[in-house]
């Protein structure tokens, strides 16, 4: 038997359910590799390594009673450590929330635990998942597995390092801009931001409530529908939550036929601002798509190159309302101002706030709360409203001529580790291609179109109608066959090997 922590979680599961594999040797396994490497790497802030052996242990056990068993059943995850888990901390990246308990499971978590799933950990993110690199985190940054010095995506770059090098076969993140599907292209791996109301937010640190959706992170198309059906389905603790049945992602993923399917590329995603090396790839994995029968027709969505200026107006105003919640009051960091003697309430929220939110949170939360002011807000917040509604009219308008849109995920390759923390707008501007479909609230899938010219991963975007998340799986398994017969297996073979820091 190979290696658990190189194989797919559809093969592990297979392997588990053949009995072939015990649940515990591949948590262990999984473990072991986390020790190795993850000195390294940086993608997990906690590891639950007695928990995670206990449920898998647990999931042997029921298997050996012969119980019928969810397939991901002993599959370990990882989890985005913005999604609260009882029994191991959950911090959101933030100082603010350092240690922190959470008494209660996310709907996500409870999902993962009830399919048999051992938690692995919690990994690594921005700040309340404020950022695309990562490096925002108040933890430490998390470190690309293809090159050591660049950063892994954000804000969820934890979770895309993770399956990256092969820590974990499956990890969950948030995508509220992008930082599912961003961090997904940057290392080479799959990500998956459900139809917004898809998967439950309940127990999400919410960023941008109207924004927020999580969703599946794996290596390949299949894993990620797997994961998707563990997350998804309607949530009475969630009141945005879809009452509908979950679009049968795994069937997609497993036909994978794009014959007779009407492709539409979106113009202004690509060209101009995307960097040559990203779009020739993008362009090869369009022609891969001719090949297998789909018909390619350009589009055009005007209005999404305003959707940078919605997003960061809409994005700050709803992240400063949620933030709000961090008063040092109930919950959370709580630090006296220095030399007052009996400090006023006030007093204590502000030193609190100060000592516990990092640069960029603190930038997000002053913008949002200027431009929900009185007088500002129709100027600001509401035109960026009018522009958003504008910008599902361009997606509607473009699924008249298309079943699915598609474009790069991100204009780079992943960039070296410090070069946008100075310059907020050059990280923004990076977050051009994943942002529209959170504003219109349509479902997005990230996947490898290649290495670029300079060894590193481009990232291959589907966008498809809301609750018309199969699509997407449908186009990526699709165009995963083609590539990796192509690259003559998965691209994350070809990744350099990390140095393994601590025997085990
Ligand atoms: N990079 C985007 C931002 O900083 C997206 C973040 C996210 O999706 N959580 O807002």
Same mark, same amino acid.
């Given at each position: 038997?190979s290696?658990p922590?190189?194989?797919?979680?559809?093969?592990?599961a297979?392997?588990?359910?053949? %009995?072939?594999? #015990?649940a515990e040797?591949?948590t262990?396994?999984?473990?072991?590799?986390? @020790?190795?490497?993850?000195?390294?790497?940086?993608?997990?802030?906690?590891?639950?390594?007695?928990?995670?052996?206990?449920?898998a242990?647990a999931?042997?056990? @029921?298997?050996?009673?012969?119980e019928?068993?969810?397939?991901l059943?002993?599959?370990?995850?990882?989890?985005?450590d913005?999604?609260?888990s009882?029994?191991?901390?959950?911090?959101?990246?933030?100082k603010?929330?350092e240690?922190w308990?959470?008494p209660?499971?996310?709907?996500?978590v409870?999902?993962?635990k009830?399919?048999?799933?051992?938690?692995?950990?919690?990994?690594?993110?921005?700040?309340f998942?404020?950022?695309s #690199?990562?490096?925002h985190?108040?933890?430490?940054?998390?470190?690309n597995?293809w090159? &050591?010095?660049r950063?892994?995506g %954000?804000?969820?770059?934890?979770?895309?390092?993770a399956?990256? !090098?092969?820590?974990?076969?499956l990890?969950?993140?948030?995508d509220?801009?992008? !930082?599912?599907r961003?961090?997904?292209?940057v290392?080479?791996?799959?990500?998956v931001?459900?139809?917004?109301?898809?998967?439950?937010?309940?127990g999400l640190?919410?960023?941008?409530? #109207? &924004?927020d959706?999580?969703?599946?992170?794996?290596?390949?198309?299949?894993?990620?529908?797997?994961?998707?059906e563990?997350?998804?389905?309607h949530d009475?603790?969630? !009141?945005t #939550?879809?009452?509908?049945?979950v679009?049968?992602?795994?069937?997609?993923? $497993?036909r994978?036929?794009?014959?007779?399917?009407?492709i539409g590329i979106?113009?202004?995603?690509?060209?101009?601002?995307?960097?040559?090396?990203v779009?020739?790839?993008f362009?090869?994995?369009?022609a891969?798509l001719v090949?297998a029968?789909?018909?390619?027709?350009?589009?055009?969505?005007?209005?999404?190159?305003?959707?940078?200026?919605?997003?960061?107006?809409?994005?700050p105003?709803?992240?400063?309302?949620?933030?709000?919640?961090?008063?040092?009051?109930r919950?959370?960091? @709580?630090?006296?101002p220095d030399g007052?003697?009996?400090? !006023?309430a006030?007093?204590?929220m502000?030193?609190s706030?100060?000592a516990?939110f990092? $640069?960029?949170v603190?930038?997000?939360i002053?913008?949002?709360?200027?431009?929900?002011?009185?007088?500002?807000y129709?100027?600001?917040?509401?035109?960026?409203?009018?522009?958003?509604?504008?910008?599902?009219?361009d997606f509607a308008a473009?699924?008249?001529?298309?079943?699915?849109?598609?474009s790069?995920t991100a204009p780079?390759?992943?960039?070296?580790?410090?070069?946008?923390?100075t310059?907020?707008?050059a990280?923004?501007?990076g977050?051009?291609?994943?942002?529209?479909?959170?504003?219109?609230?349509?479902?997005?899938?990230?996947?490898p179109?290649?290495?670029?010219?300079?060894?590193?991963?481009?990232?291959?975007q589907?966008l498809?109608?809301?609750?018309?998340?199969?699509? &997407?799986?449908?186009?990526?398994?699709?165009?995963e066959a083609?590539?990796?017969?192509?690259?003559?297996g998965?691209?994350?073979?070809?990744a350099?090997?990390?140095?393994?820091?601590?025997?085990?």
């Amino acid at each position: 038997m190979s290696d658990p922590t190189r194989m797919t979680a559809a093969a592990l599961a297979d392997a588990l359910a053949a %009995g072939d594999l #015990s649940a515990e040797d591949v948590t262990h396994a999984h473990l072991e590799r986390i @020790r190795d490497v993850d000195e390294q790497v940086g993608a997990y802030l906690h590891v639950a390594e007695e928990s995670a052996l206990a449920e898998a242990r647990a999931v042997d056990e @029921r298997r050996a009673k012969g119980e019928t068993l969810h397939r991901l059943a002993g599959v370990p995850i990882a989890v985005k450590d913005v999604m609260t888990s009882t029994g191991m901390p959950t911090t959101a990246g933030s100082k603010m929330l350092e240690g922190w308990v959470p008494p209660y499971d996310s709907t996500v978590v409870t999902r993962l635990k009830a399919a048999g799933m051992p938690i692995l950990g919690k990994t690594n993110m921005d700040e309340f998942a404020m950022g695309s #690199s990562t490096e925002h985190s108040a933890f430490g940054p998390t470190r690309n597995p293809w090159d &050591l010095d660049r950063i892994p995506g %954000g804000s969820g770059g934890g979770s895309s390092a993770a399956v990256a !090098s092969w820590q974990a076969p499956l990890a969950t993140g948030t995508d509220t801009g992008g !930082s599912i599907r961003q961090p997904a292209a940057v290392t080479g791996s799959v990500g998956v931001k459900p139809t917004y109301g898809g998967v439950s937010r309940h127990g999400l640190i919410a960023m941008a409530s #109207s &924004l927020d959706q999580a969703g599946p992170c794996a290596r390949t198309v299949l894993d990620t529908a797997l994961l998707h059906e563990a997350m998804a389905g309607h949530d009475p603790f969630d !009141s945005t #939550s879809i009452d509908q049945p979950v679009p049968d992602v795994v069937g997609a993923a $497993e036909r994978g036929d794009v014959a007779g399917m009407r492709i539409g590329i979106v113009r202004e995603l690509t060209g101009e601002g995307f960097a040559p090396q990203v779009q020739a790839r993008f362009d090869e994995a369009v022609a891969h798509l001719v090949d297998a029968g789909a018909e390619v027709v350009e589009v055009s969505c005007p209005n999404f190159v305003h959707a940078l200026g919605a997003y960061y107006l809409i994005m700050p105003s709803e992240a400063s309302s949620n933030l709000a919640r961090f008063d040092a009051m109930r919950y959370g960091l @709580r630090v006296g101002p220095d030399g007052v003697d009996a400090p !006023s309430a006030e007093q204590v929220m502000a030193a609190s706030r100060d000592a516990g939110f990092g $640069e960029e949170v603190k930038r997000r939360i002053i913008l949002g709360t200027y431009a929900l002011s009185s007088g500002y807000y129709d100027a600001y917040y509401g035109t960026a409203q009018k522009v958003r509604r504008l910008i599902a009219d361009d997606f509607a308008a473009a699924f008249g001529s298309a079943d699915v849109l598609i474009s790069p995920t991100a204009p780079t390759t992943a960039f070296p580790l410090g070069e946008r923390t100075t310059d907020p707008m050059a990280m923004y501007r990076g977050d051009i291609a994943t942002i529209p479909a959170n504003l219109a609230g349509v479902p997005g899938m990230s996947l490898p179109s290649g290495l670029a010219e300079d060894g590193l991963p481009a990232g291959f975007q589907i966008l498809a109608p809301a609750m018309a998340d199969d699509r &997407l799986y449908t186009v990526g398994a699709a165009l995963e066959a083609r590539l990796v017969s192509a690259w003559g297996g998965h691209l994350l073979q070809q990744a350099p090997e990390l140095a393994i820091t601590k025997g085990a």
